[in-house]
């Protein structure tokens, strides 16, 4: 249960870093949607709905304290990656660098499905 509370503490100072960054940057961090940058809202999508299947898998004990931490860090590089992309065109993503972060997050995709499913005891 300890874990759990810092885990998704760990979440929201992730979340609170892409909001204060979104400030700065036209739109960086999960579930910020800026209107005229289409392929930026697509990835931010995409780490919005990474981040609720960390949770969940934090909530339904389907990943172990381990697992969750290496997810957290790879979602985490993930962001820092489009923040300094961003930065290099005035809060755009070329197709190039989108597809790099889709990449990126399908394999953090992969990785947390096998986490979630490999069916092991939880300690709780």
Same mark, same amino acid.
């Given at each position: 249960?300890?874990?759990? =509370?810092?885990?998704?503490?760990g979440l929201? #100072? #992730?979340?609170?870093? $892409? $909001? =204060?960054?979104?400030?700065?940057?036209?739109?960086?961090g999960?579930?910020v949607v800026?209107?005229?940058?289409?392929r #930026?809202?697509?990835v931010?999508?995409? =780490? +919005?709905?990474q =981040?609720k299947r960390?949770?969940?898998?934090? @909530?339904?004990?389907?990943?172990?304290?381990k697992?969750?931490? @290496?997810?957290?860090?790879?979602? $985490?590089?993930v962001?820092k990656?489009?923040? +300094?992309?961003? $930065? &290099?065109h005035?809060?755009?993503?070329t &197709?190039a660098?989108?597809?790099?972060l889709?990449?990126?997050?399908?394999r953090i995709?992969?990785?947390m499905? !096998?986490d979630k499913?490999?069916? !092991?005891p939880?300690q709780g």
């Open positions: 249960m300890r874990f759990r =509370q810092l885990s998704l503490g929201m #100072v #992730v979340g609170s870093a $892409a $909001a =204060q960054t979104a400030t700065t940057t036209s739109g960086a999960p579930g800026d209107p005229g940058h289409p #930026v809202n697509e931010n999508r995409r =780490q +919005a709905n =981040q960390i949770a969940n898998g934090i @909530n339904n004990g389907s990943l172990s304290p697992e969750t931490a @290496n997810l957290e860090r790879r979602d $985490a590089s962001q990656q489009e923040q +300094a992309d961003m $930065a &290099k005035h809060g755009h993503l &197709k660098e989108q597809r790099q889709n990449r990126r997050e399908n995709s992969r990785s499905y !096998k499913h490999n069916h !092991k939880h």
